[in-house]
């Protein structure tokens, strides 16, 4: 198993600019989260999903987008894009939410400029 | 919202030392993760506790659950051990709560 795998690992945008982080997981888990990390801070909940076709926000959703159009796949759109949304971006996911482990994907790197 | 703090924020060990990191927080919760982000930028899942004590070779964790505290604990630290230690609650519901994070630098 690949695990949690996320692309790109490192993105630059100008301001206004749009993007998909993609984020992909093949244990056939249910529940998959979006977070944010950023420097000197915990991380925060965007998104998640409880199973295809089920999204619901986090924390701090301004500015981003969700769908879960399969079990596999959790993309997150950044529309027109804003200095405050430069951070590194897991991606994580559970088969249930009571399971010990969350696995994590390796992250994206974004500046926005 | 259940606010989750950490200390150290930052901590320097010799290689060998016992090392503490203490995590707290303010709400019931139903369980409460301790994950390891290397230097890399990768993040694993090192337990998961609603009571007790776990330990995984010379990592012990334990929590107490009426004092709302928890500590991670490494034996004979050795400097690959360095790397940020993040505390993590779950309330009820789905997502977990962050601390910002313990900062460990293990040197030979």
């Known amino acids: 198993n690949a695990g949690v795998t996320q692309t790109p690992k490192f993105r630059i945008l100008k301001i206004g600019q749009s993007m998909t982080l993609q984020c992909t997981q093949d244990?056939?888990?249910?529940?998959m989260y979006w977070y944010r990390q950023d420097p000197g801070m915990g991380l925060k909940l965007i998104y998640y999903?409880?199973?295809?076709?089920?999204?619901d926000k986090g924390e701090v959703p301004n500015g981003y987008n969700v769908s879960r159009s399969t079990t596999e796949d959790f993309p997150l759109r950044l529309e027109l894009a804003a200095p405050s949304q430069t951070s590194v971006y897991f991606c994580?996911?559970?088969?249930?939410?009571?399971?010990?482990?969350?696995?994590f994907g390796p992250g994206t790197r974004l500046t926005v400029l | 919202k259940n606010e989750v703090e950490q200390s150290p924020q930052n901590l320097t060990a010799q290689e060998g030392e016992f090392i503490t990191i203490n995590c707290s927080y303010s709400?019931?919760?139903?369980?409460l993760h301790w994950l390891q982000q290397h230097p890399g930028g990768g993040i694993v899942s090192l337990f998961m506790l609603s009571s007790g004590k776990k330990k995984h070779g010379r990592l012990i964790a334990t929590i107490n659950i009426q004092e709302k505290h928890s500590s991670l604990h490494i034996t004979a630290s050795h400097p690959r051990d360095s790397a940020v230690y993040i505390c993590?609650?779950?309330?009820?519901?789905?997502?977990?709560?962050f601390g910002k994070g313990t900062s460990l630098l293990v040197t030979p």
């Open positions: 999903s409880v199973g295809a076709g089920i999204t």
């Open positions: 244990m056939n888990h249910n529940y």
């Open positions: 993590a609650v779950r309330p009820s519901g789905y997502a977990l709560n």
């Open positions: 709400v019931g919760i139903s369980a």
């Open positions: 994580a996911s559970l088969p249930e939410y009571t399971y010990n482990e969350q696995f």
